[in-house]
């Protein structure tokens, strides 16, 4: 079941959908943005961020997108990105009957996510299009431990799968016809459920802050 904010997402996807805009001016648009990402709190990061307390999860992203603009008013958009590969290292040592024991322990971690955005422009159709919107998405994350004992690796792989929702907000500017920059701020929730062996919950939405470039005809 999506979470409230899902839901909320899905009621502007539905209302952006049916607003009357005029269906001659068109454009489609394709691009890129990157920028930082920044996980919630959920009691899986806060288990994985006590065991690695020098190393922050938080990170940068990149995405892909491709956005249908209808009119003056509306964008649809699909995205596909990835937030870069998280890592995590820590030594402990440990006493044994044969002496002392050194135990490494390296998390790599990895989120990939598919998003469809339904976009509803601001202030008419100039140069500076500020928007807002929402909408729905699939994320798939990926978890790799390795605890090395003396020299005895031992690699667990753990993942899933959520979906969820999400708002955003930004801007468009469009120095040229064929040529724009924008800037973007999205708060997403998708809550990957039991992720290790004390049910913790893993929320690999977040807030992610990021600016891009794009090309239209």
């Not at 943005?33 to 992203?61: C, K, M, Q, V």
């Not at 339904?118 to 159709?125: D, P, T, V, W």
């Not at 699939?138 to 690796?153: A, D, L, N, Q, W």
Request: one cysteine or more; charged letters at 20%; hydrophobic letters at 40%.
């Amino acid at each position: 079941m999506f979470p409230s904010v899902a839901r909320i997402c899905l009621v502007v996807l539905a209302l952006a959908l049916a607003l009357p805009v005029p269906v001659l001016a068109r454009s489609n648009r394709l691009g890129v943005r990157t920028g930082y990402h920044l996980f919630p709190s959920t009691p899986y990061l806060d288990r994985i961020e006590a065991l690695f307390p020098e190393r922050s999860f938080n990170g940068f992203a990149r995405e892909l997108f491709f956005e249908y603009v209808v009119g003056e008013e509306l964008g649809l958009e699909i995205a596909t990105g990835s937030y870069l590969p998280r890592e995590g290292h820590s030594t402990e040592q440990t006493s044994t009957n044969g002496g002392v024991t050194q135990v490494d322990v390296d998390m790599n971690m990895r989120v990939s996510y598919f998003l469809a955005t339904a976009k509803i422009f601001l202030g008419g159709g100039g140069r500076l299009r500020p928007y807002i919107g929402g909408g729905v998405g699939h994320y798939f994350e990926k978890r790799i431990m390795t605890v090395t004992v003396g020299s005895y690796p031992d690699q667990r792989i753990q993942g899933g799968g959520a979906y969820g929702g999400h708002m955003v907000a930004g801007v468009d500017y469009l120095p040229g016809e064929w040529f724009g920059v924008c800037v973007e701020a999205r708060a997403a929730t998708a809550t990957v459920e039991k992720v290790n062996e004390f049910d913790d919950d893993f929320d690999v939405g977040g807030i992610l802050i990021q600016a891009g470039t794009f090309f239209a005809w």
